[in-house]
T-cell receptor, first 115, second 111 residues
């Protein structure tokens, strides 16, 4: 299993440009997440999904959109990039286990710079 | 005040030393995660626990629910243990998908 795969690893955007961060997992996990990690801060949840066709906002959703058309894929869209979106982005997934917590599996991250 | 506090923020140790990283939280939780983030950036889940103690190799994680405190111990530390260690809690009664993350402890183990 490849686990959680994120692309690209690095990207530089100009203000106002748009891009999609790709995330795919091959573990048949229902739950998928997008986090951002800023220096000196804990990871913050942007959006999450509990299954194909279902998404919901996290703590910091403004400026982002997501879709979940398949179980495997959970892309994150930035429509009008702003310097405040300079960050490292992590995609994660976990299995759905009734009444139990399950461990998170993370991608390797995407380092995005908006100038 | 953050809901999840880690200490110390930075830790330098000599190879072979016993290391303890602490995590305190202020909310009722259903589970606590310890994560490891290497300099390359990838994040790996080390432990998930809701009570007691877990051990994997040289790593031991403990949690005291009454005191709202968890510790991560590394025995016989090695330079390859150098990483950021992150504590995260899943708070009880909230959205099942909400994790609150600490800011991490940067560990450097010198040979």
């Amino acid at each position: 299993n490849a686990g959680v795969t994120q692309t690209p690893k690095f990207r530089i955007l100009k203000i106002g440009q748009s891009m999609t961060l790709q995330c795919t997992q091959d573990m048949n996990h229902n739950y998928m997440y997008w986090y951002r990690q800023d220096p000196g801060m804990g990871l913050k949840l942007i959006y999450y999904s509990v299954g194909a066709g279902i998404t919901d906002k996290g703590e910091v959703p403004n400026g982002y959109n997501v879709s979940r058309s398949t179980t495997e894929d959970f892309p994150l869209r930035l429509e009008l990039a702003a310097p405040s979106q300079t960050s490292v982005y992590f995609c994660a997934s976990r299995a759905q286990e009734a009444g139990k917590n399950s461990p998170l599996h993370f991608g390797n991250g995407t380092r995005l710079t908006v100038t | 005040k953050n809901e999840v506090e880690q200490s110390p923020q930075n830790l330098t140790a000599q190879e072979g030393e016993f290391i303890t990283i602490n995590c305190s939280y202020s909310v009722g939780i259903s589970a606590l995660h310890w994560l490891q983030q290497h300099p390359g950036g990838g994040i790996v889940s080390l432990f998930m626990l809701s009570s007691g103690k877990k051990k994997h190799g040289r790593l031991i994680a403990t949690i005291n629910i009454q005191e709202k405190h968890s510790s991560l111990h590394i025995t016989a530390s090695h330079p390859r243990d150098s990483a950021v260690y992150i504590c995260a809690v899943r708070w009880r009664g909230g959205a099942t998908n909400k994790l609150i993350f600490g800011t991490g402890t940067l560990l450097a183990v010198q040979p």
